[in-house]
């Protein structure tokens, strides 16, 4: 049997946001009798916080969950207004972001790891289809993403891919958080890192020889 502890902002800590079970509720749910899931996941928290959240990290835990790196995006937001002269200084502005998000992001990436345990990642989701700026948001978090992508990937690293899972409007209860039905999603990738099916063809990354 084993212990999942998810970390990381509120794609896990999304109770305030649902009318119905949040995201641990719903892995628990998901998983075999036996199994346990806690929450320390911080709605709010940035890629820094993860390193608190650590601390209260249960001694029996078999395996480690981390969504974060939304609330540092968010950050960022400003360069979408910023006037530039051209899409080359726009890119270059990104740029510069772009190498403090995975600074950070690969600091944190290297402390939960340093745990020893089974780790997964998530990449930051897309904003619904249907809100104003769907395609600028979507395009500026490919920034981050390949961030996120380049440190799991680097270091033999799960990766949960939100933009995949949570692919329908109603998955969201707004912006920004998962919907109970985006959570059954959620929960249900979860379960499929911790107990991978031997009939499901899944993705695999060759990051070096």
Excluded at 85 to 111: K, P, T, V, W
Excluded at 112 to 123: K, Q, R
Aim: proline share 5%; with cysteine.
């Amino acid at each position: 049997m084993g212990h999942v502890v998810l970390l990381g902002d509120s794609i896990f800590d999304n109770g305030r946001y649902v009318d119905g079970p949040d995201v641990v509720r719903q892995v628990r749910g998901a998983l075999p009798e036996g199994w346990r899931a806690t929450l320390l996941a911080v709605d709010g928290d940035v890629t820094s916080g993860v390193a608190r959240q650590l601390h209260s990290l249960p001694a029996d835990a078999t395996h480690l969950v981390v969504s974060v790196g939304g609330n540092d995006a968010l950050g960022y937001q400003h360069l979408l207004q910023r006037p530039v002269r051209g899409a080359a200084e726009a890119l270059l502005a990104f740029s510069a972001a772009q190498q403090d998000f995975a600074q950070g992001y690969e600091a944190m990436i290297d402390g939960v790891a340093a745990a020893g345990l089974p780790l997964a990642v998530c990449t930051i989701y897309d904003t619904p289809s249907s809100e104003p700026g769907y395609a600028v948001i979507r395009t500026a978090l490919s920034f981050f993403n390949d961030c996120i992508t380049r440190a799991a990937f680097a270091r033999g690293v799960s990766v949960v891919d939100l933009r995949l899972v949570c692919d329908d409007d109603g998955d969201y209860a707004n912006p920004i958080e998962p919907s109970v039905q985006g959570g059954v999603k959620i929960a249900a990738a979860i379960r499929a890192f911790l107990l991978p099916d031997p009939g499901v063809r899944r993705s695999s990354v060759i990051a070096g020889s």
